[in-house]
T-cell receptor, first 113, second 116 residues
Framework: AQSVAQPEDQVNVAEGNPLTVKCTYSVSGNPYLFWYVQYPNRGLQFLLK??????LVKGSYGFEAEFNKSQTSFHLKKPSALVSDSALYFCAVRDWSTDKLIFGTGTRLQVFP | AAGVIQSPRHLIKEKRETATLKCYPIPRHDTVYWYQQGPGQDPQFLISFYEKMQSDKGSIPDRFSAQQFSDYHSELNMSSLELGDSALYFCASSLGLNPGQGYEQYFGPGTRLTVT
């Protein structure tokens, strides 16, 4: 079975500092990995994905993620955090046969001014 | 750019009542997915449709049913509602049912269902 894990329930970072939100995956075959962000009372917004190719994927709002096959990780990063980045972040893997997304438990990012 | 539309945005029902949630995918998207997100939880897959045919089924109760219509919009019908059905229900759409393409899913704003 395919799954992703987000080991941190919450990440706190000061504005202007770099941020990392961790995600590890467990899949059979090649992983299709995604990051989504959810603001309060809003839907999930697509940030970026890894399908194949370069291990460093760039996405929306200055976010990027690094795919690391040996560590089975897909950590979300941003060089300089903004207060407006405060939200709930979900890592997800796409089921190979049916395309449904399997989400991690989410990480709440809090950026302090 | 057009996004996924869901209606209603909020719905309050009593136990044992019926609810119908509607989803209008992004134009030209032919695949629709339904997810349920309980309070403080991650979204859980319910059911999906591709070209008006059910493509996958997740942890969807037998009390729920769904379909996709000729114009690709989808409806989730929920009967005999229980308190535990209170959640945020998301619809997502994507272009094509082809795992090799890796198309991302775009989510609607969700319908918040409260069962009292």
């Amino acid at each position: 079975a395919q799954s992703v894990a987000q080991p941190e329930d919450q990440v706190n970072v000061a504005e202007g500092n770099p941020l990392t939100v961790k995600c590890t995956y467990s899949v059979s075959g090649n992983p299709y990995l995604f990051w989504y962000v959810q603001y309060p009372n809003r839907g999930l917004q697509f940030l970026l994905k890894y399908i194949t190719g370069d291990n460093l994927v760039k996405g929306s709002y200055g976010f990027e993620a690094e795919f690391n096959k040996s560590q089975t990780s897909f950590h979300l990063k941003k060089p300089s955090a903004l207060v407006s980045d405060s939200a709930l972040y979900f890592c997800a893997v796409r089921d190979w046969s049916t395309d449904k997304l399997i989400f991690g438990t989410g990480t709440r990012l809090q950026v302090f001014p | 750019a057009a996004g996924v539309i869901q209606s209603p945005r909020h719905l309050i029902k009593e136990k044992r009542e019926t609810a119908t949630l509607k989803c209008y995918p992004i134009p030209r998207h032919d695949t629709v997915y339904w997810y349920q997100q309980g309070p403080g939880q991650d979204p859980q897959f319910l059911i999906s449709f591709y070209e008006k045919m059910q493509s996958d089924k997740g942890s969807i109760p037998d009390r729920f049913s769904a379909q996709q219509f000729s114009d690709y919009h989808s409806e989730l019908n929920m009967s005999s509602l229980e308190l535990g059905d209170s959640a945020l229900y998301f619809c997502a759409s994507s272009l094509g049912l082809n795992p090799g393409q890796g198309y991302e899913q775009y989510f609607g704003p969700g319908t918040r269902l409260t069962v009292t």
